[in-house]
């Protein structure tokens, strides 16, 4: 498991004994839905707890996967599984000195930075603002980090803002294919992006209101 804050830790304890109160509620909703290490935290201390309790662990497990009231849980749960998959592999692939393999689509190690090398500077964001509490005016709910967007259709879901926000995508060598503004009180927002403009690869979006700015990655692998 993943260290926490105090106060999310709390909110896991809190949510094991059936305790939370409304306002706790929806802070927790607002973590499983943004913190990708709170997820994984809470399923798995609900699986920990219900298997001392009960039964064996890959009963619980089986009984968690089955249950219909987790299943946009382990929707999520199964996405971020899938995606931390995907950004080792890349990982791997990139620092490896070894040829390139088969499945990874590419031929040359060129051809796989070209595409899927991180901007170091974006990086080290995404790093901090990871280990930092969320300091914003506005709030993104999802997408979460790093997804993979194969569908091409980039979906998103933000706590209401009075003022305008400006959208920018960029592919990994900072170049910007999307630029738009978001009009104030916007809550849902769904983007194509278009094969011929959004070849495989790692990309950003930014998300800007003044002075603030929360910037994500996500990957298109096909």
């Not at 290490?37 to 009984?63: C, G, H, P």
Request: glycine content about 2%; proline content about 5%; aromatic content about 10%.
């Amino acid at each position: 498991m993943y260290p926490l804050h105090n106060n999310q830790q709390q909110l896991i304890e809190k949510y094991l004994l059936n305790d939370l109160t409304p306002i706790e509620q929806a802070d927790f909703d607002q973590l499983l839905a943004t913190n990708n290490e709170f997820v994984e935290n809470a399923l798995l201390e609900r699986i920990i707890k219900d298997a001392l309790a009960e039964t064996s662990l890959d009963e619980q497990l089986l009984v968690a996967k089955n249950d219909p009231n987790l299943a946009d849980f382990n929707a999520l749960l199964a996405d971020l599984d899938e995606s931390y998959a995907l950004q080792r592999q890349l990982n791997n692939w990139l620092s490896s000195d070894e040829s390139m393999p088969g499945q990874s689509g590419y031929s040359t190690r060129e051809e796989l930075e070209k595409q899927f090398a991180p901007v170091a500077e974006y990086e080290r964001v995404l790093i901090s603002s990871q280990r930092a509490s969320n300091t914003h005016h506005f709030e993104v709910l999802l997408p979460y980090n790093g997804i993979k967007c194969n569908n091409r259709v980039l979906e998103f879901k933000l706590s209401p803002s009075t003022e305008m926000l400006k959208l920018r995508i960029e592919n990994n060598q900072k170049r910007a294919l999307i630029k738009q503004n978001i009009e104030p009180n916007t809550t849902q927002l769904s983007l194509q992006l278009p094969a011929e403009q959004f070849p495989a690869g790692r990309y950003y979006w930014k998300l800007s209101k003044g002075d603030e700015i929360i910037i994500r990655e996500f990957f298109i692998w096909d």
